[in-house]
């Protein structure tokens, strides 16, 4: 769900704003209501995308209160569909050494807590809810192995990891986590910012799906590399344009 607060540079771009309101929530209640009747077997992930102001977390990205507020409301909106999924944040960063890693947990905890609590406010069973990897921006779930989430029994909780990496990596970012967790790939790609390459991400593919471990592709767009589609908008913003796979798109349909 990407969001902006007043005053951000991206927000010029959105009508009327990319404020996380009544509207826009409504907004995505719609789409997902139309997801649910149209592919009776599609599940969503709505995840805390860009920026860290609009969404109230931490400059490393973590959740807080604020965030958590903003959860509630999104529950709030869209919990009655059951094949909706939330995920926490996006991607918490650096933290390599893992210095860190109690204090993200924390924050994930106390996120899942607060979802947890509105659902049962409301009537809802429990989502699935997605915690990103503590370090790295969202990498690693080394400390999840030993820490899981314990808010609401830990019950219906993914481990979301975004292993933009050289496939010798995957073995300690997603194959040993997923031998006692449920993990989930929330990105990856041949990123020109990353190490991984077109091979690289095809044996991710190859490897997950021999495994049974669900994988989004980065991402359904034409200029946010790396892009399934071709840019065929004239820099426009995507109306009516023809939507053709790009290599990488290609590629990824090839595994579905």
Partial sequence: ???????????QYCWPDCAINQRYLQDIAELI????????HVQVLLSAWNSKTAWGTTALNWPTA??????????????QHPHVWFGVANEPESNYDG?????????????????????????????????QGTRGWARSLAYYMT???TAGQGLNVVYETH???????????????????????????????????MAHAETLMQQCNALGLPWLAWTLHMR????????????????SMPLQLSDWGK???QYL
């Avoid at 209501?33 to 009776?40: E, L, S, T």
């Avoid at 604020?66 to 919990?79: C, D, F, H, R």
């Fill in 1 to 11: 769900m990407e969001a902006y607060a007043p005053g951000e540079a991206l927000n």
């Fill in 33 to 40: 209501a139309y997801i649910g009747a149209k592919f009776k």
């Fill in 66 to 79: 604020a965030t958590n507020a903003l959860w509630k409301q999104v529950v709030t909106a869209v919990g």
């Fill in 99 to 131: 210095a860190q890693d109690a204090q993200v947990w924390h924050a994930m905890n106390f996120a899942v807590a607060a979802i947890r609590e509105q659902e049962a406010a409301l009537g809802m069973p429990a989502h699935i809810v997605a915690v």
């Fill in 147 to 149: 820490h899981p989430i």
């Fill in 163 to 197: 292993p933009y990496n050289i496939a010798a990596d995957f073995q300690s970012l997603f194959i040993n986590p997923a031998a006692s967790l449920p993990v989930i790939i929330g990105e990856f790609g041949p990123a020109t910012i990353s190490d991984m390459t």
């Fill in 224 to 239: 946010c590399p790396p892009s399934l589609l071709q840019d065929l908008s004239n820099n426009g913003c995507g109306i």
């Fill in 251 to 253: 590629l990824v349909k």
